[in-house]
Antibody, heavy 124, light 105 residues
């Protein structure tokens, strides 16, 4: 059974860096693409970024200057770093398995498996 | 950027009702349009991918249709476990709609 589990600090100070890890069990990280998605309390979903099986990354343009994603195949984990956080970054952060393919026009995919989510609050 | 507009933002329905939720894109979607269900305190769950393909394990009362800019999610006979919020998502830019909350009448 494939499972995803987010982990990391639940509280981050303004202007500091948010760091989260997603631990994958039941499947090799190298077999799929993976994404981070967040949801502020009472609001909708926002895609943050994706790491492809190639190790290449793609980020939401609105967050691109502050986001870095990486993977560690030896531990079957991938990570999110978001710098210079503000209160607007307070949200539940989800990691998700990203099933998709490339063709001449780009990438088509969907998120078929999600972690339970972890709440990150930005506050001094 | 593509904007995804869902309507209605909320609706009240009874068990057994047929429910239709609409998702409209600000420009034609060339790649996948997907639908998710989210219950309070839970992660979203994939229902439909590529506009009309039912995810494994999802009841057949859920169906999706549409192309271009207009897409619909239909629940043919609403069940008690279907009261939730539903989101569409396009994979050109991975933008989600604002959600439709289905509440009990």
């Amino acid at each position: 059974q494939v499972q995803l589990q987010e982990s990391g600090p639940g509280l981050v100070k303004p202007s500091e860096t948010l760091s989260l890890t997603c631990t994958i069990s039941g499947v090799s990280i190298t077999n799929y693409h993976w994404s981070w998605i967040r949801q502020p309390a009472g609001k909708g979903l926002e895609w943050i970024g994706r790491i492809y099986t190639s190790g290449r990354t793609n980020y939401n343009l609105s967050l691109k200057s502050r986001v870095t994603m990486s993977e560690d195949t030896s531990t079957n984990q991938f990570s999110l770093r978001l710098t210079s956080v503000t209160a607007a970054d307070t949200a539940v952060y989800y990691c998700a398995r990203d099933v998709g393919y490339f063709d001449n026009s780009g990438y088509s995919g969907y998120f078929d498996l999600w972690g339970r989510g972890t709440l990150v609050s930005v506050s001094s | 950027d593509i904007q995804m507009t869902q309507s209605p933002s909320s609706l009240s329905a009874s068990v057994g009702d047929r429910v239709t939720i609409t998702c409209r894109a600000s420009q034609s979607i060339t790649r996948y349009l997907n639908w998710y269900q989210q219950k309070p305190g839970r992660a979203p769950k994939l229902l439909i991918y590529a506009s009309s393909f039912l995810q494994s394990g999802v009841p057949s009362r859920f169906s999706g249709s549409g192309s271009g800019t207009d897409f619909t999610l239909t629940i043919s006979s609403l069940q008690p476990e279907d009261f939730a919020t539903y989101y569409c998502q396009e994979s050109d830019n991975d933008t989600f709609g604002g959600g439709t909350k289905v509440e009990m009448k």
